[in-house]
């Protein structure tokens, strides 16, 4: 499997900001969509946001106008812009990736690296 490595995470007090980066060069090729998975122990894998090999963006409902999913395509990076975090946004982001799936599939995404933690406290 190829790598996914994912860079950014801290910890911020709620109303801040974090850049998250994800080296997703291994997947720039062969029609992939890339994408941010997070995840809290004990609870299921939320689907946050991802771009589609077909041109599609998808924004989970609770991230919607805080959060924002970009790619420099010379560098092959993948980044998620967090604004405005809340409390709720604390948890082990992964960057993803599927060559089969769509953009609003993103929680079911095959490949996915290690996490970056992100914590956000009141």
């Known amino acids: 499997q190829a790598q996914l490595m994912e860079s950014g995470g801290g910890s911020v007090q709620a109303g801040g900001s974090l850049r998250l980066s994800c080296d997703a060069s291994a997947y720039r090729y062969g029609g992939y969509s890339l994408g941010w998975i997070r995840q809290v122990p004990g609870k299921e894998r939320e689907g946050v946001t991802a771009?589609?090999?077909?041109?599609?963006?998808y924004y989970a409902d609770s991230v919607k106008g805080r959060f924002t999913i970009s790619e420099d395509n010379a560098k092959k990076i993948l980044y998620l812009q967090m604004n405005d975090l809340k409390p709720e946004d604390s948890a082990m982001y992964y960057c993803?990736?599927?060559?089969?799936?769509?953009?609003?599939?993103?929680?079911?995404?095959?490949?996915r690296g290690q996490g970056t933690q992100v914590t956000v406290s009141s």
């Open positions: 993803a990736a599927d060559k089969w799936r769509l953009a609003k599939e993103v929680a079911k995404f095959n490949y």
């Open positions: 771009i589609g090999d077909e041109g599609t963006t």
